[in-house]
């Protein structure tokens, strides 16, 4: 995360392009044009830093590798009396209008976050359709694992949008995420 042109400065000397450009601090950043992929060079970096500093509500620039992959979605809800709710879906921007989402109390199994997965209507293009590559899917069922676990053991987390990992055969990598904490 940069937060001036000198910081930026000294990030560009050390990324690889292409990137990701994304402001820090919304939380929609896509409907407030705070994302920006396939920067390609120095220059689009500083033009982009330019624009995206000035989007209301900016605490800085966060830029990422540029990953390639299928866009999913993994989540945690908490209400009163009940243990946490685990969710996970299809990701990224259309996670609120497709709602594929599949959900289960924690803790949840390896066998149980296979079960949510297989249940999805993506569940083929996460395979892999039409001679593309499928997504590592015992890896979305350990990261639905491993998070049922973590708001188990920390019971002050009250909510979590993993959104979007980008999945594919060689893994997972979160690239967005909300954590709400709650005493």
Known sequence: MVSTETE???????????VVQKVAGLLHKTDQKGVILNVANTEELFSNYHKLRD??????????????????????????????????????????????????????SAEEAIEMIESLSVFPILKGVRGEQGVDIKAFADVIVKLSQLVVLVPEIAEIDINPLKANADGIVAVDARIRIQK
């Open 55 to 108: 989007i209301q509500g900016a605490k800085g620039i966060i830029i990422q590798e540029m990953i390639e992959g299928k866009e999913i979605y993994v989540g945690t809800k908490k209400e009163p009396g009940f243990p946490p709710l685990i969710l996970c879906g299809a990701g990224g921007i259309y996670v609120e209008i497709l709602k594929d989402i599949a959900y289960a109390l924690a803790p949840v």
């Open 8 to 18: 930026l400065l000294k990030t560009a000397k050390t990324i690889h392009y292409p």
